[in-house]
Nanobody, 123 residues
Framework: QVQLVESGGGLVQAGGSLRLSCTAS????????MGWFRQAPGKEREFVAA????????YYADSVKGRFTISRDIAKNTVYLQMNSLKSEDTAVYYC????????????????WGQGTQVTVSS
């Protein structure tokens, strides 16, 4: 059983930065793949970024590559999404997820999801 809580969302101007955090409880994240997804109004939830449990492989959607960085702090049981050069198109609810059963981290085949945090990019 894993509980995930996202934080760090908010309202920023285009070109600004935010760092999202996802803290887990109930189980350590050291041996599981983690991902970030987002869902804008009227759209399906889409893959944003993922990190393999070993930390040696990172995946990004083409739309965010070069601007977003996923990382994690094992000691804090937390995964982060650093978002730079934000665009209005990045406006969405962002969700973190943990994959207990290994699979394709670029799909929505995750086992636990957080409640999401709103990111709004103006102008």
């Amino acid at each position: 059983q894993v509980q995930l809580v996202e934080s760090g969302g908010g309202l920023v101007q285009a070109g600004g930065s935010l760092r999202l955090s996802c803290t887990a409880s109930g189980r350590t994240l050291s041996r599981y793949n983690m991902g970030w997804f987002r869902q804008a109004p009227g759209k399906e939830r889409e893959f944003v970024a993922a990190i393999i449990w070993t930390g040696d492989a990172l995946y990004y959607a083409d739309s965010v590559k070069g601007r977003f960085t996923i990382s994690r702090d094992i000691a804090k049981n937390t995964v982060y999404l650093q978002m730079n050069s934000l665009k209005s198109e990045d406006t969405a609810v962002y969700y973190c997820a943990v994959q207990i059963r290994p699979g394709d981290v670029r799909t929505r085949r995750y086992d636990y999801w957080g409640q999401g945090t709103q990111v709004t990019v103006s102008s």
